[in-house]
């Protein structure tokens, strides 16, 4: 029973900044017309007018796209650099290659 009902999950919703586009509004126009024209003046089953009106409205509009937020952009490893990195910058003596002689200004000059 719930295949033969052209309904979308309870949780997904249509996109209704469709609708700022006047073809998706001319568009849905045309499809809710022709939709209800299939539908029986008549009628009392009121399933059969919804599945008219939200079918034209899922078929012009289509689901909207869930988007969460981008945790990994450009500013993360910045973030975790300075969270992580020390908080003074120790200035380090520099020694020789043998391990003898201080350098305390760098370059050494000769």
Sequence with gaps: MWAERNWTAPNRKLNCKALNNPITTGN???LLGRNLDQVPEE???????????HGAASEALSLSRI?????????????????????????????SADGDTLHLDFPPQE
């Design 43 to 53: 009628s009392t089953d009121w399933s059969a007018l919804r599945t008219a009106t």
């Design 67 to 95: 988007r969460h937020q981008d945790w990994f952009d450009n500013n993360f490893y910045d973030a975790i650099k300075a969270l992580y990195s020390p908080r003074k910058q120790t200035i380090v003596p520099v020694r």
């Design 28 to 30: 849905l126009r045309w």
